[in-house]
């Protein structure tokens, strides 16, 4: 079973960056589709940003190309979302999460990811 970690999270200022990390056990991440999400209070659970098993194709959600970005090293099975230029509405719980699936085309669609952690908290103050 595959299990993420996310690690990271904190309070900062607005326009501070912030690198948040997720660790995967249970299976290689190089077999593995990742994806971060997040969720800011009253909202719904949103795409933040994604990177395919195979290619390696990056993923973003429009609002957060150019100030977000994910990465992988495989070697550590680890993830990382990169955060520059934080704003106060990017205020939310994070997730990590993976697609094992192997599926041809990466998919962001939330029931596309079968193993979620626990979140990490990111507060920017304005």
């Known amino acids: 079973q595959v299990q993420v970690v996310e690690s990271g999270g904190g309070l900062v200022q607005a326009g501070d960056s912030l690198r948040l990390s997720c660790e995967v056990s249970?299976?290689?991440?190089?077999?593995?589709?990742m994806g971060w999400f997040r969720r800011a209070t009253g909202r719904e659970r949103e795409f933040v940003a994604g990177?395919?098993?195979?290619?390696?194709?990056?993923y973003y959600a429009d609002s957060l190309k150019g100030r977000f970005t994910i990465s992988r090293d495989n070697a550590k099975n680890t993830v990382y979302l990169q955060m520059n230029n934080l704003k106060p509405d990017d205020t939310a719980v994070y997730y990590c999460a993976a697609d094992w699936s192997r599926r041809l085309f990466m998919s962001i669609r939330i029931d596309a990811f079968a193993s979620w952690g626990q979140g990490t908290q990111v507060t920017v103050s304005s």
């Open positions: 249970g299976r290689s991440l190089s077999d593995l589709s």
């Open positions: 990177i395919h098993w195979s290619a390696d194709k990056t």
